[in-house]
């Protein structure tokens, strides 16, 4: 649905750029800039975020299917639409996609649009990788989802506890698709996660020092830190399945002697990071709304950042609290109990800076500040459930219950979903170009909370009455039917709730064109994407923009009068970038990434099905590498524009062309 | 408008609500909040203040935001100024940040503390092992202490009452857990691991219980119960169990026990006379067991405890002690030996659950009464 | 992977260090979590076999430690290779470079050889837990030293070509950093796998 061109006029390309030459004799250099073509061999950083935010969208339908197919199942006692096989296959793939299609990508969606704007940026620092990184995770999710087709989905849960995952215990090759699929993602995400990483440290404009940096950027950095350093311990774990799996490997056989606790502890240790994953995109997004829209800064700068900061570093001492149950003896699980319970606290800081930064505002109740609050109040719900579950005895009581299942949907849906949603209304017009409807938005907005804590608020009563997770039916006199019965109503609500949202986004283009243009900076918004026109010019800024203040756009617009009282000096349309391009240099299209990426998905059948298609991704896979090698990053025929060619020698670096010269750049801290 | 964002009114009542429900819901039997031993009895005392402290922090923190999105509002006539510009306050976060800390250093503290009581096992405690498997359970009591089980039951854990019961869980497969809420929180049963777990009931009756941890295609149906008896009523249970399976009188039975020793020595063991000791070379299953049958008869449940075995003559869904030996289920008996995989998903064909024997009636028939005999 | 033609212009970087070389430095922290877990596993799994052969019956120690020596040697003339290049010096560092790969190789020859002879004698990838652990851990570590040597032939192919003079350095010195962090990591696994009982 996303997938809606920007007017090309936005580069002045010269008349008749001359025939393309292809360096290898395979591709001619992409040149289209409307198109498929334009989309396939891209590697602007906005393009790959709206092609992010398409696909997570895409899984979500996916995803969302599946929770109405568990619902309906669940709606009435002793029901049988789906087999317990069936059953099993449906909630591992909801788990899977919801988490690592969905969250995961439109988090990545937001960080790839908005951060290099964020921090006056024409690029990421490796814009090929950046489009390689994409590629892989959509063939990924597409790997993971073709499973459906050739023999069933994964059936061993997302958490894929050994020895259940065993060949024994789960035949099909439902788990070996979950294995390698998660693999490819994971290579997605680390490649992703390393770009962004250099790029925030490394890309800022001058003047932006690190703590001048946007909420949302701060939290993304922390998010890719994490995923840096997470994906590479389920890259291990999921090796070790699908060594055990493929090639007979005894890491969980327990009749070789293994120890089936090795896997739940290298899962969660990537899996209590992963959590901190997903949420910290949507917390850095709330952190920008909320100050928008109560024409406030945010509230406590400094103690936003550190106790994402201080999240990100606690999440990694925590994740034994995920088995308590396990027999961890009582030293350990106190250990874990304690920590968990002290990772709430920066957690809490967070809530109260966003309640302070409200407090004393002007705040206009737009969509995207109604999802803010939403999350607000939703992850408090979900944090505070948290908080009982750190107590160890009384989560071995709740552990495996839908006391958890609603736990975790309070922060994920309630938290995560809940701020990028936000998201989407607010930096839609930047974008696009136009507006999201906004009372359609409204309605979207309550049908998502009625709809929301209907499917998940009665979850908590079902957990603490005792009933199981990942159980495929329940006996009538549990006292778990009416509100199994109120849970399947609310998720129908939810489904309705994302009609209304995929309405709303075909009804506002169509209403586009009799609407007035958003402008550059429609919210009267803080940050620097603000000060360029709506969409977003290919090249983004003109110039580099020079930082001084925090919220320097805003810093832009207002200024103290002789009075000393605070007046809007400038309207946003006298002083944004009114999108010249002639001074950028642009890092050229690619084929490569797209192809390079087909190779892990040609593997991964191999793997599972013959080994010759495996062979045919290696050759794909090192002829891309040598292919991507020797294209150069930078298109020769095309001449270079403006001031940046006096130390050039054959530019075949992965870099973009920002031009500091002359500036001080200051290293900030 | 700002006022409906009460619709979280309903959420807002959540904590209260599940507390009031936790407390009087008699028709949940797997019921989180309403212990029945000193071990449940432990975590409650430790869950209600929480749940407390946690209802407060909700009530200030939603009623909260509620509050500042009303007062705060842009209002129809307000001039287009900016509001004062606050930009934090050192303070007030320093505060912020110590005061939970200190609320959670609190919780912690307590759960600490309850935590190791729970993890000590009383001296006193009678040992039982707790074997799981896909989709049942087994226990096994060493009655004499010589390190040998001499009662090996399924489904019902007989346990009696005022008696601390150390229980080791373990496992034959994946990994399970072992949960009766009314007794305990639970513990996962591992394979290559034993566990503990101490539980104890205070009043004789049927505890239920559910795997809750995730182990295949029937992990929905794989039920236990704890049935706690009085000293004296455990006491005739246990010697009962050690006697073992005599040859039935009755010739329907007699039969019963001929098509028993055909159709079911590759994975049951019935010890005895009448039973099929002399055939029975453990289980063909993944697990290498199936459940012992040799007092089948005396329990109340069968199948992973998704059938009663014996009817409940008050209509209470729910069989008693004394139903046991009155009204035997053969409708759910006949079913379940007619095509077992029917009533509940098992995987035959990779040995992992009851296959469908291809009985005819009257082997069926035959087989009931002989089943009945096992007492 | 990209990295032996990413080049940066000398552009002022916020940090002041170049974005490849920044990523590298990323990538090798993401590495040590990969070689972390796949140590911790190993370190888990090694005495919990059921059946033989053994670590103790099968390591030849002295065999290992040449191979391990090698490799070490490799990080020295990965040193020299750089600092030749930095001395503008382009045959030197063709040779140095030219040394390094091929002490690797010898590394990934003496692996071959080991892997061969441990299975001789009984150690199958399926034997048991510690054979499965052991292999994986090595190959693992293995794998990289051989993309290593991929990445140093492509350095000197672009040497050859006229590709790689001095303002290339950087290139050379990126690429030494990953060929150190998979010496370092070689002397972990050395201790734990190798040495420590």
């Known amino acids: 649905m996303a997938i809606i061109e920007r007017p090309s006029d936005t580069l002045a390309l010269p008349p008749g750029a001359g025939v393309a030459r292809a360096p290898l004799g395979v591709f001619s250099r992409p040149r289209a800039k409307t198109g498929w073509r334009s989309w396939v061999a891209t590697v602007d950083h906005k ?99 073709t499973s459906w087709f050739l023999g069933g989905g994964a059936d061993g849960g997302w958490f894929a506890y050994a020895p259940n995952t065993g060949v024994i215990f789960s035949p099909s090759h439902g788990m070996d698709f979950y294995a390698i699929g998660l693999q490819i993602t994971g290579i997605a995400s680390l490649v992703g996660g390393v770009n962004l990483v250099v790029t925030v440290l490394n890309m800022r404009a001058p003047g932006m020092t690190m703590m001048k940096l946007p909420v949302f950027t701060w939290m993304s950095l922390v998010t890719q830190v994490l995923l840096v350093f997470a994906v590479p311990v389920i890259s291990v774990a999921l090796f070790l399945l699908t060594f055990d799996r493929l090639f007979g490997a005894n890491f969980f056989n327990v009749q070789q002697g293994a120890d089936p606790l090795l896997w739940e502890h290298l899962f969660w240790i990537f899996g209590h990071p992963e959590v901190y994953i997903l949420i910290l995109p949507a917390f850095g997004i709330v952190s920008e709304i909320i100050p928008v829209f109560s024409r406030k800064p945010i509230f406590g700068y400094p103690f936003m950042v550190f106790s994402g900061i201080a999240i990100g570093f606690m999440g990694w001492g925590v994740w034994a609290h995920h088995m308590f149950a396990s027999g961890l003896g009582p030293i350990s699980v106190a250990a874990f109990s304690v920590s968990t319970m002290f990772i709430a606290v920066p957690t809490g800081v967070k809530i109260l800076n966003w309640m302070a930064t409200l407090w004393g505002g002007k705040i206009t109740f737009t969509t995207p500040l109604l999802f803010s609050i939403g999350l607000v109040a939703m992850f408090t719900i979900g944090g505070l459930s948290g908080v009982t579950h750190a107590v160890a005895p009384a989560d071995t009581q709740q552990t495996d219950t839908y006391y958890i299942v609603a736990h975790f949907h309070y922060v994920i849906f309630g938290g995560a979903l809940f701020g990028f949603l936000g998201g989407f209304y607010f930096w839609w017009p930047k974008v696009f170009g136009y507006f999201l409807n906004d009372k359609l938005g409204k309605v979207h907005f309550w049908l998502t909370m009625v709809g929301f804590n209907l499917a998940f608020g009665p979850m908590h009563i079902l957990g603490l009455q005792g009933m199981n997770r990942r159980i495929q039916t329940y006996r009538d006199g549990y006292g778990f039917n009416f509100w199994n019965l109120v849970a399947t109503v609310g998720a129908f609500i939810i489904a309705l709730s994302v009609l209304v949202f995929f309405v709303n986004i075909v009804r506002s283009k169509r209403a586009a064109d009799l609407l007035p243009p958003p402008g550059p900076d429609p919210w009267d918004g803080r940050s620097l994407e603000w000060s360029v026109p709506s969409p977003t010019p290919e090249h983004n800024f003109d110039d580099d923009p020079l930082v001084v203040h925090f919220d320097d756009w805003w810093h832009r617009k207002y200024q103290a009068d002789e009075t000393g009282r605070v007046v809007k000096v400038h309207e946003p349309e006298e002083i944004a970038m009114i999108g010249d391009g002639s001074r950028a240099h642009l890092p050229a299209p690619s084929y490569w990434p797209i192809v390079m990426a087909t190779a892990f998905p040609l593997i991964g059948y191999g793997l599972i099905f013959n080994l010759a298609i495996s062979f045919v991704g290696a050759v794909v896979l090192v002829g891309s590498m040598v292919g991507w090698a020797l294209e150069p990053s930078d298109d020769e025929d095309q001449p270079p524009h403006g001031h940046h060619d006096e130390g050039g020698d054959g530019d075949d670096g992965d870099h973009v062309a920002v031009s500091l010269e002359g500036n001080e750049v200051t290293v900030g801290g | 408008m700002n006022l409906r964002n009460s619709g979280r009114g309903k959420a807002l009542l959540l904590v209260p609500l599940v507390l009031a429900l936790g407390a009087c819901a008699t028709d949940a039997p797997l019921d989180t909040l309403d212990p029945k031993g000193p071990e449940a009895d432990a975590i409650q005392n430790l869950v209600v203040p929480v749940f407390a402290i946690a209802a407060v922090v909700f009530v200030l923190v939603e ?204 994975c049951h063991l019935v010890s005895g006379p009448g039973g099929n000791a002399d055939l029975y070379k453990g289980a063909a299953q993944v697990s290498g067991a199936a459940p012992n049958l040799t007092h089948l008869a005396s329990r109340g449940v069968f199948a992973g405890s998704i059938f009663d075995l014996w009817l409940d003559t008050n209509f209470n869904e729910e069989v008693d002690t004394e139903e046991i030996g009155k009204i035997f289920n053969v409708a759910d008996m006949k079913k379940w030996l007619r095509n077992a995989p029917a009533e509940k998903p098992m995987y035959p064909q990779g040995e992992r659950g009851m296959p469908n024997l291809q009985l005819d009636d009257a082997q069926i028939d035959a087989l009931i009464a002989y089943l009945k005999t096992l007492e | 992977m990209q990295a032996p033609v990413a080049a940066d212009h000398g552009h002022t970087s916020s940090t002041g260090i170049s974005n490849t070389k920044l990523a590298m430095w990323v990538y090798l922290g993401s590495d040590c979590l990969l070689f972390g877990s796949l140590i911790s596993t190993y370190l888990l799994l090694r005495h919990r076999s059921v059946g033989g052969p053994t670590a103790e019956e099968l390591f030849d120690i002295p065999f290992t430690s040449v191979s391990t020596f090698v490799l070490l040697m490799s990080s020295l003339t990965m040193v020299l290779a750089v600092s030749a290049l930095m001395r503008h010096d382009v045959r030197l560092n063709r040779i140095w470079l030219g040394t390094t790969a091929m002490l690797g190789a010898v590394f990934i020859g003496g692996q071959v050889y080991e892997f061969t002879t441990f299975y ?49 350095s950087e290139t050379v010195e990126t690429i030494g950093l990953y060929w150190h962090f998979v010496d370092i990591v070689w002397i972990i696994i050395f201790t734990v796998v190798y040495l420590i009982p």
């Open chain 2, 63 to 266: 009623f909260g935001v509620l509050f500042l999105a009303i007062k705060f509002r842009q209002r129809k006539g307000d001039d287009d100024s900016l509001p004062v510009q606050h930009h934090g306050n050192f303070k007030l976060e320093i505060g912020w940040t110590i005061l939970p800390a200190l609320v959670l250093a609190g919780v912690g503290a307590a759960s600490v503390f309850t935590l190791f009581d729970l993890a000590d096992t009383p001296a006193d405690a009678q040992d039982v092992t707790v074997i799981g498997q896909q989709w049942w359970w087994e226990y096994r009591y060493d009655v004499d202490g010589d390190g040998e089980d001499d009662i090996i039951t399924a489904n019902d854990l007989v346990i009696p009452v005022g008696q601390p019961i150390a229980l080791t869980i373990e496992s034959r497969d994946v990994i399970h857990s072992f949960w009766i809420p009314a007794l305990n929180g639970k513990r996962d049963a591992v394979p290559g691991r034993a566990q503990p777990l101490t539980i104890e009931a205070d009043e004789p009756g049927v505890y239920r219980g559910q795997c809750s941890e995730f182990c295949g295609l029937s992990h929905a149906y794989m039920r236990m119960r704890v049935v706690a008896l009085e000293p004296a009523d455990y006491q005739t249970w246990q010697e009962n169990q050690l006697t073992d399976a005599q040859v039935p009188e009755e010739e329907l039975a007699k039969q019963g026990l001929e098509q028993f020793r055909t159709s079911c020595s590759a």
């Open chain 3, 120 to 168: 001789r004698e009984g150690l199958g990838y399926t034997t048991n837990i510690f054979g499965s652990a052991f292999y994986t851990l090595t190959a693992f570590h293995g794998v990289h030293v051989t993309v290593g040597i991929v990445m140093l032939m492509s350095l000197l192919g672009m040497s050859f070509r006229g590709n790689l003079g001095p303002e290339r």
């Open chain 1, 47 to 145: 393009k790959i975020g709206i092609m992010y935010g398409a696909s997570s969208l895409f899984f979500l339908v996916i995803g969302g299917i599946e929770a109405l197919a568990i619902r309906a199942q669940l709606a009435a006692p002793g029901q049988k639409l789906l087999s317990a096989g069936l059953y099993n296959q449906v909630f591992t793939m909801h788990g899977v996609t919801m988490i690592f299609l969905v969250v995961m990508p439109m988090g990545a969606a937001f960080m790839n649009y908005l951060m290099p704007l964020q921090i006056g940026a024409r690029d990421v620092a490796f814009p090929r990788l950046n489009a390689l990184s994409f590629w892989t995770f959509i063939f990924g999710g597409i790997f993971l989802n």
